[in-house]
């Protein structure tokens, strides 16, 4: 979602010093490391400041009218996150896209196994009753690539900047929404 249907505000370096995890570590990965007590609280820091980043989240150009169009349609439209919840509904209700994606359509964190586990496509697959073969993974880094291959999917790399750091796990290299309507629906 964030960085693909949202430009996103989040500043992950910011986040991690203020958790105390080391650069470049995945933040979910090293809170699940620590033990309970030691993590209960930095996981409400974590909730608070991704709150305040999405309150700051604008709609990525060209991506309301696409999901309008494919919604339009009928194509089954779906979100993978490693947020949560209620930050996943703030960011889409603040952008005007939230009526795109019924609740059962939205797996957060909470709801499988975080990304870049396929768990949540093969949820979503099996929800929409569908094959790896009738479904993308859009994403805009490593984690939505990787989940995409592992679940069989055709796997859309967005990258408005054209740097495409991980052309081994992208089916498809993309720049912008209207390229993506090339290759969906």
Not at 39 to 59: D, G, H, I, Q, R
Not at 99 to 106: G, K, L, T
Not at 122 to 147: E, I, K
Request: with cysteine; charged share 20%.
């Amino acid at each position: 979602m964030d960085g693909t249907l949202t430009v996103s505000a989040h500043d992950f370096e910011y986040m991690r010093r203020e958790l105390g995890i080391a650069s470049n570590t995945p933040i979910l990965e090293a809170l699940n490391a620590m033990p309970a007590d030691q993590a209960a609280p930095l996981w409400e820091l974590l909730n608070e400041m991704e709150f305040y980043f999405a309150s700051k989240a604008s709609v990525m150009q060209g991506a309301k009218e696409l999901l309008e169009k494919l919604f339009q349609r009928g194509v089954q439209l779906g979100i993978l996150t490693r947020n949560t919840l209620p930050v996943v509904e703030h960011t889409l209700a603040a952008c005007g896209i939230a009526h795109f994606f019924p609740r059962v359509h939205i797996f957060d964190r909470d709801a499988c196994t975080p990304k870049p586990s396929p768990d949540g496509i093969n949820q979503l697959l099996r929800l929409w009753q569908a094959s790896p073969d009738d479904a993308v993974m859009v994403g805009d880094y490593l984690f939505d690539l990787q989940a995409g291959k592992k679940a069989g999917v055709t796997t859309i790399h967005l990258d408005q900047q054209g740097e495409f750091a991980w052309p081994d796990v992208a089916d498809i290299c993309i720049r912008d929404f209207a390229e993506i309507e090339e290759h969906v629906g």
